[in-house]
């Protein structure tokens, strides 16, 4: 039932760093435009990064130079790399993904990861 997989969250100080892993199915990641999304308590969910089948690259404002998104054709896998974080960064990751990038872009795809914690300490 599951078709996306987050891993690699965990509890840092600030100035760390952390790599998320999105494992998808081979059918879904070949055809499916990928983002990263995060929730902080008490704040709506925010686009964080977002990658095309083509690998054309988008981030938010407020984690541009901090963070990397990167595909993995050879494992299926969408990555993040976040370095540094920032106690503003602590939130559950979610790995999103649809054929059409619009739908990414709008939180409104059709796959959705379980979700992975980070928590950045001061």
């Known amino acids: 039932q599951v078709q996306l997989v987050e891993s690699g969250g965990g509890l840092v100080q600030a100035g760390g760093s952390l790599r998320l892993s999105c494992a998808a199915s081979?059918?879904?990641?070949?055809?499916?435009?990928m983002a990263w999304y995060r929730q902080a308590p008490g704040k709506q969910r925010e686009l964080v990064a977002a990658?095309?089948?083509?690998?054309?690259?988008t981030y938010a404002a407020s984690v541009k130079g901090r963070f990397t998104i990167s595909r993995d054709n050879g494992k299926s896998t969408v990555n993040l790399q976040m370095n540094p974080l920032t106690p503003e960064d602590t939130g559950v990751y979610y790995c999103?993904?649809?054929?059409?990038?619009?739908?990414?872009?709008?939180?409104?795809?059709?796959?959705w990861g379980q979700g992975t914690q980070v928590t950045v300490s001061s």
């Open positions: 990658i095309s089948s083509g690998s054309i690259t």
């Open positions: 999103h993904a649809d054929p059409n990038v619009v739908k990414v872009q709008r939180s409104g795809g059709a796959y």
């Open positions: 081979d059918f879904i990641f070949s055809i499916n435009a």
